[in-house]
C-alpha cells in the first residue's frame, strides 16, 4: 500500500500540466503523508485536501476515538458502502513524483521510491469527498503491483495514462472500474538507505479497505 509519495511540482506547474484552474493558496509539502495536505485535480481544479478518509472508531466503553485516515481504495473494493458514492461520483486525480514502500527486514526498513521514466509528475487514480473532521478528503486506489516491485509489495497506485484521466474523471463507473490494471510498462525502483520511519514526521497509517 502507498503511505508516502512526494510531489515535487507547485501547484501552478500541476494545474498548467493538467489543464485546470489553480488555487495558488494550496498548501502541501514535497513528501506527503496520511491526514496532511496533498495536491489534488478534481472538478477542474488543483487544490490541497487532507490525505485519508476519515475512519471514525470506537473505543471499549462505546467512546468514539480519534479518526484514522484510510489514504488506499483496493479497486475490488470501490462498489463496498464506504467508498461507493465517492466512486461513482468524486473521483479525482492525484499527481505525483514519486511513491514509496518500505523494503527490508523489519525495525530496520528503508525507504524504496517508484515512478515512472522521463516523468517528473503522473497521475494516479483517487477519490473524494467532503468530510466533518478535516474538510475536503482524498484516498488513491490501488491494484495489484508491478512485477518490477514483486519483492516489496503486492499493491501499487492506478497509474493513469494521459488518455485515461478524463475518462476516470467523467466516465460512468463502469467505464472506471475497466481501467483499474496494473501498469503495463516499465517504472522506476530507486533504493535508498533513508529509514521507513522517523525520517518525516507525519503519522503513517495503513489502513486499506
Known amino acids: ?3 508516502l509519495y512526494r510531489m515535487t511540482k507547485g501547484t ?3 494545474a498548467k500540466l493538467f489543464e485546470v484552474v489553480a488555487d495558488l493558496s494550496a498548501n502541501y509539502a514535497q513528501e506527503v503523508y496520511p491526514g496532511y495536505p496533498g495536491l489534488v485535480v478534481a472538478q477542474g481544479r488543483a487544490r490541497a485536501m487532507t490525505w485519508g478518509f476519515p ?4 473505543g471499549r466503553q462505546g467512546q468514539p476515538l480519534k479518526p484514522r485516515p484510510v489514504t488506499n481504495a483496493r479497486e475490488d473494493k470501490l462498489l463496498t458502502p464506504f467508498w461507493r458514492d465517492s466512486f461513482a461520483q468524486r473521483r479525482c486525480l492525484v499527481p505525483i513524483s514519486q511513491w514509496a514502500e518500505a523494503e527490508g527486514e523489519k525495525g530496520r526498513m528503508t525507504r524504496t521510491w517508484y515512478g515512472l521514466p522521463d ?3 503522473f ?3 483517487g477519490l473524494w469527498r467532503p468530510s466533518a473532521e478535516w474538510g475536503d478528503v482524498y ?3 490501488m491494484v495489484d503491483g508491478h512485477p518490477q516491485m514483486a519483492q516489496v509489495h503486492d499493491r501499487m497506485p492506478l497509474i493513469l495514462s494521459h488518455a485515461a484521466q478524463q475518462l476516470w474523471l467523467e466516465g460512468d463507473p463502469r467505464e472506471a472500474l475497466a481501467l483499474c490494471r496494473t501498469w503495463e510498462d516499465a517504472i522506476t525502483v530507486e533504493r ?3 529509514r521507513w520511519a522517523g525520517g518525516g514526521g507525519g503519522p503513517v497509517q495503513r489502513a486499506l479497505l
Open 55 to 58: 475512519l471514525v472508531l470506537k
Open 192 to 194: 535508498t538507505d533513508e
Open 119 to 121: 516523468e517528473e509528475v
Open 139 to 141: 484516498t488513491v486506489v
Open 123 to 125: 497521475a494516479v487514480a
Open 12 to 14: 501552478a506547474e500541476v
Open 1 to 3: 500500500m502507498c503511505n
